[in-house]
């Protein structure tokens, strides 16, 4: 797909993207809190997400594990801090990445809060990630989310 969803001016905090989905706020809810939607769309396709877990509750963590690629392995966690289904989710992020000869590299936290509202042709779904540190790491959440996108867009018809 070529579509963009990117709100924000690329490369500044807050990276902001946006799309109307065919697809229910309930459907699309569901698709980010049931593990096994979120390891069919989250992130790349040519790298899989290997495990998800999610504990549905403020105060609840999340950790998606993606398979390691022969030089490190990827995991994002986080945890729930307002969860209002089928409206809103909110959200702590980290990127920890694990090297094969033990050293962790770990981002600062950040914050993403994802709104589903009911439009015309389906559901206005628009995720802000924000307080992101480096510009580099704004960058690569860019194009994750570009990506995420059209795969949940394949998911939920």
């Given at each position: 797909?070529?579509?963009t969803f990117l709100k924000s001016p690329k490369g500044q905090d807050p990276v902001i993207v946006e799309n109307i989905f065919k697809a229910s706020p309930q459907r699309?809810?569901?698709a980010w809190t049931t593990p096994a939607d979120v390891v069919k769309w989250f992130g790349p396709e040519t790298?899989?997400?290997g495990h998800a877990e999610i504990d549905l509750q403020v105060g609840g963590l999340w950790r998606f594990t993606y398979d390691a690629n022969g030089?490190?392995?990827d995991i994002l966690e986080g945890e729930y801090q307002a969860i209002e289904a089928p409206n809103r989710l909110v959200f702590s992020w980290t990127h920890i990445r694990v090297f094969n000869d033990g050293r962790r590299e770990t981002t600062a936290p950040s914050q993403v809060t994802i709104t589903f509202e009911e439009a015309e042709t389906g559901t206005r779904m628009?995720?802000?990630h924000a307080q992101v540190v480096q510009e580099a790491g704004r960058?690569?959440?860019t194009g994750g989310w570009?990506?995420?996108f059209e795969r949940l867009i394949k998911l939920t018809g």
């Open positions: 797909m070529s579509s699309l809810f569901e790298r899989e997400l030089e490190h392995a628009r995720l802000v960058l690569g959440i570009q990506v995420s």
